[in-house]
């Protein structure tokens, strides 16, 4: 009796690990719920490289004055449209305005000197021709021995003081020409500082700051306004140095904004920022109605072809973080967590989770869970 009570435990033991689990057991009474599924397939797809970036101006200036002064209107504001050489800020131009009118008076006071200068030429130069025929006709006399060789000595003297006063009065004049060329400067470059009390736009564009108000100083180089040229925009991407062998000046890419728009490569800045361990690309961008920079954008460089795995984009369930597909398995549904990478139309690459062929779910339905019997139709 005790013989058959010892074995009775070790019969139950047996008994229990040869029965199949609860839920398989359930299911294998349940009714197979019908499927369909579409097999993981390997396809060739074009390779490519996603970088973020900034839309920012191709040409921005900081508006400046060029001389100290007390900025009396601003005739600009933020978003405004201007154009090249339109007048931006006024200065106060007291005090230039007073040095131009002192340049234009020392050139009025130079040019009255004209005439005296060439009233005291011709003087000389009559003075001149009198002596040389005084001495012509002396020497006449000389020969005739009607005059002495003192009197002959004076007139010639007479007539190199005369030769010089004329050439002292031409010395005059081109002094004065000197003094009057040097006065015209004078006065162009008071006009010029003149000017720079009138501060105007380098090119046309777009006011994106305005850093001034009327009566603040403003100081030679100390940014007033800032203006990006219009038409003349570029997004500028942040590219993994990893990548500078791939990327050439003039590819072709393709950029998403508020909509995807082909572009180009326009220049490439080899210098790489030691913190990011990247290298900034510069893609120029048609003009378009709504693009303001400071807007971000997305980039796609080519990088040849691949072999990827694709799904339909509905035969993956997204529940936060985690994406998953189900799988149809000897009859049995079973789960599968998966990682998504690009999406392409209406399918999406699978990078891990997945084998080629496997048969997955699509479209899943309702209520399907993981262990429950199915049936595949086509």
Do not use: W
């Amino acid at each position: 009796m005790r013989k058959f009570a010892a074995l009775f435990p070790v019969v139950l033991i047996l008994a229990g690990c040869g029965a199949p689990p609860a839920s398989e057991k359930k299911a294998a009474e349940s009714t197979p719920v019908a499927v369909k599924t579409v097999a993981a397939a390997s396809v060739e797809m074009p390779s490519v490289y996603e970088a973020t970036g900034t839309v920012r101006a191709r040409t921005t200036a900081q508006v400046s004055a060029k001389v100290m002064g007390y900025v009396r209107e601003v005739k600009a504001q933020t978003g405004d449209t201007v154009k090249a050489g339109q007048v931006l800020i006024l200065l106060d131009d007291r005090d230039l305005a007073s040095g131009y009118r002192q340049a234009e008076a020392g050139l009025n006071e130079a040019r009255q000197g004209m005439p005296e200068a060439d009233n005291a030429i011709a003087a000389a130069r009559a003075q001149l021709d009198l002596t040389q025929l005084t001495l012509n006709r002396m020497k006449d006399l000389y020969d005739k021995k009607s005059v002495s060789t003192q009197e002959l000595d004076d007139v010639s003297m007479k007539l190199k003081v005369a030769q010089a006063n004329h050439e002292m009065a031409l010395s005059r004049r081109n002094q004065l020409q000197a003094r009057i060329r040097q006065a015209e400067e004078a006065v162009g470059g008071a006009g010029i500082m003149k000017g720079y009390a009138e501060v105007k736009a380098p090119f046309a564009g777009v006011v994106t700051e305005r850093r001034v108000e009327p009566g603040n100083l403003a100081a030679p180089g100390q940014p007033l306004l800032m203006i990006e040229q219009a038409g003349a925009l570029r997004l500028e991407a942040s590219v993994d140095e990893s990548r500078l062998g791939a990327i050439r000046v003039g590819q072709s890419v393709s950029v998403t904004l508020d909509r995807p728009i082909q572009a180009r490569v326009s220049e490439i800045v080899p210098a790489v920022d030691a913190a990011s361990r990247s290298f900034v690309v510069k893609i120029d961008l048609p003009a378009l109605p709504r693009l303001r920079s400071g807007m971000f954008g997305r980039v796609s460089f080519p990088q040849g072809r691949r072999q990827v795995l694709m799904l339909p984009a509905g035969a993956a369930i997204e529940q936060g973080q985690v994406q998953s597909v189900m799988v149809a398995q000897d009859g049995y549904a079973r789960g599968r967590l998966v990682t998504l990478g690009q999406r392409a139309g209406d399918r999406v690459e699978v990078l891990s989770g997945l084998t080629a062929g496997e048969a997955v779910v699509f479209p899943r339905p309702a209520g399907l869970t993981d262990g429950a019997r199915v049936e595949v139709r086509p």
